[in-house]
T-cell receptor, first 114, second 110 residues
Framework: NAGVTQTPKFQVLKTGQSMTLQCAQDMNHEYMSWYRQDPGMGLRLIHYSVGAGITDQGEVPNGYNVSRSTTEDFPLRLLSAAPSQTSVYFC?????????????FGEGSRLTVL | LAKTTQPISMDSYEGQEVNITCSHNNIATNDYITWYQQFPSQGPRFIIQGYKTKVTNEVASLFIPADRKSSTLSLPRVSLSDTAVYYCLVVIIGYQKVTFGTGTKLQVIP
């Protein structure tokens, strides 16, 4: 049981490049979400999904796209990377979503945009 | 969404009990209080959750007064490995946007 797995762990991009951060969970959780963490700012919610085919925006969705074609996977896409997107990204999943359910986090993906 | 306020940082010596208080004046009837712990270079980890009075597990205790406008996370006899950032969240039942603040950075000193 791997929990929440994020890849890659580290990535360096040039401004304007695109990439996808992968997130997979093997706990059959319906709820999945993406956060970014910048120094001194805690975690900010980017996008979330309450099940396959259903996604919605969080606090800071601009510049990011998501899709949820399966229960297991929730990729985060940067279509045209900008230096402001340099951050550590965390994927999380939960059985019950934003209820009393516990959020399980991945180990993070550190992205640097030059 | 209820806003939470907690100290930015705290220091404690090893072996002491640490109490981190969180203020959530606008908490609503359906809100739960949840605490997470985050070590450097790791994702946050759920510690404890409660609605009112006291909740205890193998890691911590959570004290919530009757008016629920604040809560206190209590860590008994901390060790160096408890050095981390602790986040207080107010989670609304059935609401999917789970938001984190900046947390409290706890430094345990030998």
């Amino acid at each position: 049981n791997a929990g929440v797995t994020q890849t890659p762990k580290f990535q360096v991009l040039k401004t304007g490049q695109s990439m996808t951060l992968q997130c997979a969970q093997d706990m059959n959780h319906e709820y999945m979400s993406w956060y970014r963490q910048d120094p001194g700012m805690g975690l900010r919610l980017i996008h979330y999904s309450v099940g396959a085919g259903i996604t919605d925006q969080g606090e800071v969705p601009n510049g990011y796209n998501v899709s949820r074609s399966t229960t297991e996977d929730f990729p985060l896409r940067l279509l045209s990377a900008a230096p402001s997107q340099t951050s550590v990204y965390f994927c999380a999943s939960s059985y019950e979503g934003g209820t009393a359910g516990e959020l399980f986090f991945g180990e993070g993906s550190r992205l640097t945009v030059l | 969404l209820a806003k939470t306020t907690q100290p930015i940082s705290m220091d404690s010596y090893e072996g002491q009990e640490v109490n981190i208080t969180c203020s959530h004046n606008n908490i609503a009837t359906n809100d739960y209080i949840t605490w997470y712990q985050q070590f450097p270079s790791q994702g946050p980890r759920f510690i404890i959750q409660g609605y009112k009075t006291k909740v205890t597990n193998e890691v911590a205790s959570l004290f919530i007064p009757a008016d629920r406008k604040s809560s206190t996370l209590s860590l008994p006899r901390v060790s160096l490995s408890d050095t981390a950032v602790y986040y207080c969240l107010v989670v609304i039942i059935g609401y999917q946007k789970v938001t984190f603040g900046t947390g409290t950075k706890l430094q345990v000193i030998p």
